[in-house]
């Protein structure tokens, strides 16, 4: 089945404590990307990837990193944590052949930051 | 700055047809897509314009306008099942994905 992996789906952490969110897909989709998800805000992206070795940085990224040493992965990583990064997380990917015009979505993580 | 604008919600009742606009403002376009959330869910493709017209798929269809900017998402013979967030979303420059801030659309029997 194709799909979208992330983990974990919810998370509460404390300020400072460096956490890792995963997503894997099994699609062989070059591009990457990761959201956060705010009340009224939509979804904002906070980086994104073209390929392996290819990263950038999306409207939001302070706080973040991010890597793309596989294909098929590419974890999220805050590195020290803040309560302003209490948010739901989406990672989606797309083939590059339909332009990124169609992302598919992990079904998000939750994370609160004390 | 970038940005993308929906209403913020929209009611109508089961059977009836609805149209959600959105207007964008952005660096570089390289095509509209919306997508649906349910409450508790992920977002989910609904259709992409990267051209000007109409793009039908079911119920569903979508409208592009670039020289306008423009461009809607339109539902027929609503069901409650379409009660739900609706995003519009622009491919800008530098493969960035700019979300507008969705239409919360309720259907009432």
């Known amino acids: 089945e194709a799909q979208v992996t992330q983990n974990p789906r919810y998370l509460i952490t404390v300020t400072g404590k460096k956490l890792t969110v995963t997503c894997s897909q099994n699609?062989?989709?070059?591009?990457m990307s990761w959201y956060r998800q705010d009340p009224g805000l939509g979804l904002r992206q906070i980086y994104y990837?073209?390929?392996?070795?290819?990263?950038d940085k999306g409207d939001v990224p302070e706080g973040y990193k991010v890597s793309r040493k596989e294909k098929r992965n590419f974890p999220l990583i805050l590195e020290s944590p803040s309560p302003n990064q209490t948010s739901l997380y989406f990672c989606?990917?797309?083939?590059?052949?339909?332009?990124?015009?169609?992302?598919?979505f992990g079904e998000g993580s939750r994370l609160t930051v004390l | 700055g970038q940005s993308l604008e929906q209403p913020s919600e929209v009611t109508a009742v089961e059977g009836a047809i609805v149209q959600i606009n959105c207007t964008y403002q952005?660096?570089?376009?390289?095509?509209l897509s919306w997508y649906q959330q349910h409450d508790g869910g992920a977002p989910t493709f609904l259709s992409y314009?990267?051209?000007?017209g109409l793009e039908e798929t079911g119920r569903f269809s979508s409208f592009l306008s670039r020289s306008d900017s423009y461009g809607y998402l339109l539902l027929q013979e609503l069901q409650m099942k379409d009660s739900a967030s609706y995003f519009c979303?622009?491919?800008?420059?530098?493969?960035?994905?700019?979300f507008g801030a969705g239409t919360r659309l309720f259907v009432k029997a």
């Open positions: 990837s073209m390929n392996v070795e290819v990263t």
């Open positions: 952005t660096s570089g376009f390289y095509g």
């Open positions: 699609m062989n989709h070059e591009y």
């Open positions: 989606a990917s797309s083939s590059r052949g339909t332009g990124v015009g169609e992302l598919f």
């Open positions: 314009n990267a051209l000007d």
């Open positions: 979303a622009v491919r800008a420059g530098g493969f960035k994905t700019i």
